[in-house]
């Protein structure tokens, strides 16, 4: 069911009196709610194997959260127009040279100062269980060309399946890359560290990147090393590893490359994670050629959630579906052009359950 809670009582400012919170509800319990501030996930509340039931989203309880965010952890927003980073926010198009906002030391991060995450989208009840967001980027908005129409539509299933559908169609060539940023804890926002979560992710290599995080264009094999995450295991087991990958990310902070990406355009399972002590288990299917698993490294424990807990070090993970990060600059990477006339369509599914 979606019902819109009047006014989301938490806007207190007259400039975002089009900001609302809507909630979709499934017969299994599971309940996901959806702010139109940057299309932006708040709470996923889904059972544990006793049917207890746990927030397993980090955010903020009010939308002011998230517009100061400090650290900028983009908890729960949709990213773009290029989700993660492009080297020094440059990149050419037939010759011509753009240059984007920077906001990550030299580089661009996320769709730049104001990306789509710190912008009030349109929002349209589709039915029942089912909401979508617009928004038009405007040609040279953050530097990218084009005017860049979009929308996310939201679905929660009675499979518990929370599916994102991705559109977009632009008037000029421009790169596109939309993901979701939700931070996930299956234990409960909150409650402390997600390194006992088994992480599977379905990819032989990964784009090894250098200092900034900018991948280095080489595509390498995970095997032997603490990026085989091939057969599930604890993420913090080879966390720790000395390794030249885990220093730049200060941890897993990386693109990799699915086994069966967007060949066929169906949707591959593209990574599963499982948390012993309350048997929840998410599954993550995509059309998307990479996934970036972040585990929350930047998280300083300097933030409080939902519940007045605070986010620790490692505290909740993101499973991004995606391109790989600057592939507007890496000609061996698949391409994230969207030329007039064409649609950029991809859909995304995070599936929660218990075992
Ligand atoms: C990036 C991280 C970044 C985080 C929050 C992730 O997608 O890969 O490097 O710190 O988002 O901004």
């Given at each position: ?52 039931l746990a927030d397993i989203a980090l955010g903020y309880n009010d939308v002011s959260g998230y517009m100061n965010a400090v650290d ?284």
């Amino acid at each position: 069911m979606v019902g819109i809670l009047a006014g989301c009582a938490s806007v207190k400012t007259a400039d975002f009196d089009d900001i609302q919170l809507y909630t979709l509800k499934n017969k299994a319990g599971t309940t996901v709610k959806i702010t139109n501030y940057g299309a932006t996930v708040t709470s996923i509340i889904t059972a544990d194997r006793d049917g207890k039931l746990a927030d397993i989203a980090l955010g903020y309880n009010d939308v002011s959260g998230y517009m100061n965010a400090v650290d900028k952890p983009y908890f729960g927003a949709v990213v773009g127009r290029y989700g993660n980073r492009i080297a020094k926010g440059k990149f050419s198009i037939d010759g011509e040279e753009y240059e984007l906002a920077t906001n990550n030391g030299a580089n661009h991060l996320h769709g730049g100062v104001i990306g789509f995450d710190k912008v009030v989208w349109d929002a349209a009840v589709v039915d029942e269980n089912a909401v979508k967001f617009s928004y038009l980027a405007k040609d040279g908005e953050e530097g990218y060309p084009g005017n860049l129409q979009i929308s996310v539509t939201y679905t929660l299933t009675e499979d518990n399946e929370l599916k994102l559908d991705y559109l977009a169609t632009t008037d000029k060539k421009t790169p596109v890359n939309l993901t979701n940023h939700t931070y996930f804890n299956l234990k409960g926002e909150g409650e402390g560290t997600i390194l006992d979560h088994e992480l599977m992710i379905n990819a032989k290599a990964t784009t090894p990147v250098d200092i900034g995080l900018i991948p280095t264009g080489k595509i390498v094999p995970v095997v032997g090393t603490p990026f085989d995450f091939t057969t599930a295991k604890a993420i913090g087991r080879d966390i720790g590893k000395k390794d030249q990958q885990l220093e730049y990310g200060l941890g897993y902070d990386h693109n990799w490359v699915l086994d069966k990406g967007d060949k066929d355009g169906k949707m591959t399972l593209a990574a599963t994670v499982y948390e012993p002590t309350t048997g929840r288990f998410m599954e993550v299917f995509t059309q998307e050629p990479g996934i970036q698993f972040y585990c929350g490294n930047f998280l300083a424990g300097n933030l409080k959630g939902k519940a007045g807990k605070t986010y620790v070090n490692r505290g909740g993970f993101c499973l991004e579906t995606q391109h790989y990060p600057d592939s507007p600059n890496q000609p061996d990477f698949p391409s994230t052009l969207l030329a007039p006339g064409e649609e950029y369509k991809t859909s995304t599914i995070y599936k929660f359950s218990s075992k």
